[in-house]
């Protein structure tokens, strides 16, 4: 079993940065790729970032437009996601999850992804 737990978020102004941190434990981490989603008020979760085991390969949602960038670290088994140039439409809780196939792609839609951590709300105030 996998455990994820988010941590990082917090309240920014517009055009600030902030890093979230997503730390697991668990048996065979380092062999699945992990994503980073996101779940404003009142609608669905979607995908932010994702990165395969390896950590050499990457994909992103299209709204980050080149703003964000995600990282694993595989000594301390802790994925990063750094935000730069934050807009209010970024506020939401933030997730990261697991997908549980051993793929070298990374896979973009919430149905793939298990293990859920609990989340960390970033806020972007205007």
């Known amino acids: 079993q996998v455990q994820l737990v988010e941590s990082g978020g917090g309240l920014v102004q517009v055009g600030g940065s902030l890093r979230l941190s997503c730390a697991a434990s668990g048996r065979n981490f380092r062999t699945y790729g992990v994503g980073w989603f996101r779940q404003p008020p009142g609608k669905d979760r979607e995908f932010v970032a994702g990165i395969n085991y390896s950590g050499d390969l990457t994909a992103y949602g299209e709204f980050v437009k080149g703003r964000f960038t995600i990282a694993r670290d595989s000594a301390t088994n802790t994925i990063y996601l750094q935000m730069t140039n934050l807009k209010p439409d970024d506020t939401a809780v933030y997730y990261c999850?697991?997908?549980?196939?051993?793929?070298?792609?990374?896979?973009?839609?919430?149905?793939?992804?298990?293990?859920w951590g609990q989340g960390t709300q970033v806020t972007v105030s205007s």
């Open positions: 999850a697991v997908d549980l196939a051993i793929l070298t792609v990374v896979r973009t839609h919430v149905r793939y992804y298990d293990a």
